[in-house]
């Protein structure tokens, strides 16, 4: 897995050895087309939530983002990549559980990445849609992967779908603030 594009395109991103179930990495294709949706990154704080192997927000950070936060239960790849890609000073990996981060947090971002693990997704879908528009960042963006076949439904009153795309098995939605 390598970085798609900007100052660390074509770096290495460490990924879980063989078939781990435990981090499901979004694709090099999947991300070059989130990222070609999203256009210009600088100057925005990124939230990567349910992070694993952080290549979400560092690509984010490498297309120009100016800092992210990474979030996982289990940060040791998200840390590794961060630490040997040099970017230490615009990430920090904060290890917590998701929701218990979002209700801690008061923090708003310009753009929230949430890839929860497909099959927590459902289970999550309430907490997330309480969770996450506060702590969005007015004309923020908010991206959510889930699994194409099952898709996780968010009731987000006032926070408008403006993008959808379908990228092998995984469904990318993109909301954004006003």
């Known amino acids: 897995m390598r970085v798609v594009a900007g100052e660390l395109g074509g770096r290495t991103i460490a990924s879980p050895p063989g078939r781990s179930t435990a981090v499901r990495p979004t694709s090099d294709r999947a991300r070059e087309t989130l990222f070609s949706v999203l256009g210009r990154l600088s100057g925005l704080r990124v939230l990567d939530l349910f992070a694993g192997t952080g290549a979400l927000a560092i690509e984010a950070v490498s297309r120009g983002a100016d800092s ?23 990430c920090q990996v904060v290890r917590s559980d998701a929701i218990r981060y979002l209700e801690r947090s008061d923090e708003r971002f310009g753009l929230i990445l949430c890839d929860p693990p497909y099959r927590l997704a459902d289970r ?25 076949r099952r898709p996780l439904e968010l009731d987000l ?9 379908r990228v092998g098995e995984a469904l990318i939605r993109v909301w954004s603030e006003r």
């Open 157 to 165: 009153p006032g926070l408008p779908l403006v993008d959808e795309r």
């Open 124 to 148: 999550l879908a309430p907490q997330l849609a309480e969770h996450l528009p506060p702590r969005l960042a007015r004309h923020g963006h908010l991206v959510v992967e889930s699994a194409a």
């Open 68 to 90: 992210a936060v990474l979030v996982d239960s289990k940060p040791a790849l998200a840390r590794r990549n961060v630490t040997e890609l040099g970017i230490s000073n615009r």
